[in-house]
C-alpha cells in the first residue's frame, strides 16, 4: 500500500537560513507524482510544488526545490534563505499512476516549521 | 478567477442532523475531491469524482454521500452527523492531463478550498 511518512513533527530554522523537510513514500509503481503543500494558521492549503517520477532534474519553485532522489525513494523539500512568513504546517503527499487519470492524495502527517527572527 | 470556493465556513450540528456542504470550481478542472483533516492530521480522501457523471470512494467514506452535480460543483452530504465526523473539510479540484485555465502549477495539481469547520455535538 501507498505510504507517505514525515518523521520531523516539528522543526525551527533561523530567518535567512536554509531548511530541509524530510518525506519518503513507499509505492510499488513506476508512475506516480510527489507534492509538497503548505498549510498556514489561517487553514488553507497552498500548492508549493511537484515533481513528477519521470522527471529527471529536481523541481525548483522560487525559494522552493524538492531534492528527489529515486532510489531512497525520498522527496525532501528545501526551503532556502527562510523568512517569517514560512512558519506553517508542511505536508507532503504523493498520487500514484500517471497524472492523466485523476489521482488521489495520499498525505503525510506533516511538519510544523517555525522560524526564529 | 474565485478557484475553488466551499459554503459554508463554519458548521455546528447535533447528533444525528444531517447537512451538505457545497464546493465548486471555476476552474474548468474535470476532477473534484473531498478531504477531511483530523487535528494534528494529514488529509484523508473520503470521496472522488475523477470526471463529470462518476464518483468513487476514497480512503474513509463510511457516514457520507456525494453528488457530482455538474462539471463546477461537487457536494458532500452527511445523512447522520456523528461526533466522530468532527473535522475540517477540504474540496479541491485538478486537470489531469494538464491544466485547462491560467493557473500555475502542471499536470494535475490539486487546488483546494478555504475548508469547512465542522463540529458535532
Known amino acids: 500500500a501507498q505510504k507517505i511518512t514525515q518523521t520531523q513533527p516539528g522543526m525551527f530554522v533561523q530567518e535567512k537560513e536554509a531548511v530541509t523537510l524530510d518525506c519518503t513514500y513507499d509505492t510499488s509503481d513506476q508512475s506516480y507524482g510527489l507534492f509538497w503543500y503548505k498549510q498556514p494558521s489561517s487553514g488553507e492549503m497552498i500548492f508549493l510544488i511537484y515533481q513528477g517520477s519521470y522527471d529527471e532534474q529536481n523541481a525548483t519553485e522560487g525559494r522552493y526545490s524538492l531534492n528527489f532522489q529515486k532510489a531512497r525513494k525520498s522527496a525532501n523539500l528545501v526551503i532556502s534563505a527562510s523568512q517569517l512568513g514560512d512558519s506553517a504546517m508542511y505536508f507532503c503527499a504523493m498520487r500514484e499512476g500517471f497524472y492523466n487519470q485523476g489521482g488521489k492524495l495520499i498525505f503525510g502527517q506533516g511538519t510544523e516549521l517555525s522560524v526564529k527572527p | 478567477n474565485a478557484g475553488v470556493t466551499q459554503t459554508p465556513k463554519f458548521q455546528v450540528l447535533k447528533t444525528g442532523q444531517s447537512m451538505t456542504l457545497q464546493c465548486a470550481q471555476d476552474m474548468n478542472h474535470n476532477s473534484m475531491y473531498w478531504y477531511r483533516q483530523d487535528p494534528g492530521m494529514g488529509l484523508r480522501l473520503i470521496y472522488y469524482s475523477a470526471s463529470e457523471g462518476t464518483t468513487d470512494k476514497g480512503e474513509v467514506p463510511n457516514g457520507y454521500n456525494v453528488s457530482r452535480l455538474n462539471k463546477r460543483e461537487f457536494s458532500l452530504r452527511l445523512e447522520s452527523a456523528a461526533p466522530s465526523q468532527t473535522s475540517v473539510y477540504f474540496c479541491?479540484?485538478?486537470?489531469?492531463?494538464?491544466?485547462?485555465?491560467?493557473?500555475?502549477?502542471?499536470?494535475?495539481?490539486?487546488?483546494f478550498g478555504p475548508g469547512t469547520r465542522l463540529t458535532v455535538l
Open positions: 479541491a479540484s485538478s486537470a489531469p492531463g494538464g491544466t485547462s485555465g491560467n493557473y500555475r502549477g502542471s499536470t494535475d495539481t490539486q487546488y
